[in-house]
T-cell receptor
Framework: GAVVSQHPSWVICKSGTSVKIECRSLDFQATTMFWYRQFPKQSLMLMAT?????????EQGVEKDKFLINHASLTLSTLTVTSAHPEDSSFYIC?????????????FGSGTRLTVV | QKEVEQNSGPLSVPEGAIASLNCTYS??????FFWYRQYSGKSPELIMF????GDKEDGRFTAQLNKASQYVSLLIRDSQPSDSATYLCAVNRLHQKLVFGQGTRLTINP
């Protein structure tokens, strides 16, 4: 149980275009999802916390107009990187909080490797 | 001071030995403590979580928590080459966002 599906696993886009990444909880309801970014040889950096039906909470320094987060249902959150630039190339990972588990479960998606050319 | 600190390594351990990974945290209100393993190019996978002082064992893995010292560790017994990965320590207050350390790169030498 507690599976989080993330798509696509990798994407290459041209500079200036937008890319949407989906994160789905397959067998549980996730009222809260988290979006992380990870650069090579660095740890995960939390970008934003996404709550179903409400606006996402962004971490300091993360541009909310550039990284659009939508959490329209209890099983789906999306991250859209708008007007992507090469410096946005990174590994993006979502995580869903499984409130049905032992109250401590945070399950990660498989990640999306974004390359902006 | 970083909220969660780990030695970035690399930590090199011979196969069959015990690997010891350490983590300290600054928020005394932290209530849950997690160890994740991350292979290169992959997302983190949960190894263990602990929330009470003392030891918690699961197979070859033992997590140790000392809230007074704000210290959590992970021991890996009978280390295998497949254990070679980056180990991430994460802490949080109940139901709140995870705060990650920078990770320790572990290499198990055959």
């Amino acid at each position: 149980g507690a599976v989080v599906s993330q798509h696509p696993s990798w994407v290459i886009c041209k500079s200036g275009t937008s890319v949407k990444i989906e994160c789905r909880s397959l067998d549980f309801q996730a009222t809260t999802m988290f979006w992380y970014r990870q650069f090579p040889k660095q740890s995960l950096m939390l970008m934003a916390t996404s709550n179903e039906g409400s606006k996402a909470t962004y971490e300091q320094g993360v541009e909310k107009d550039k990284f659009l987060i939508n959490h329209a249902s209890l099983t789906l959150s999306t991250l859209t990187v708008t007007s992507a630039h090469p410096e946005d190339s990174s590994f993006y990972i979502c995580s869903a909080k499984n409130t049905g588990a032992l109250a401590y479960g945070y399950t990660f998606g498989s990640g999306t490797r974004l390359t902006v050319v | 001071q970083k909220e969660v600190e780990q030695n970035s390594g690399p930590l090199s351990v011979p196969e069959g030995a015990i690997a010891s990974l350490n983590c300290t945290y600054s928020d005394r209100g932290s209530q849950s403590f997690f160890w994740y393993r991350q292979y290169s190019g992959k997302s983190p996978e949960l190894i263990m979580f602990i929330y009470s002082n003392g030891d918690k064992e699961d197979g070859r893995f033992t997590a140790q928590l000392n809230k007074a010292s704000q210290y959590v560790s992970l021991l890996i017994r009978d280390s295998q080459p497949s254990d070679s990965a980056t180990y991430l320590c994460a802490v949080n207050r109940l139901h709140q966002k995870l705060v990650f350390g920078q990770g320790t790169r572990l290499t198990i030498n055959p």
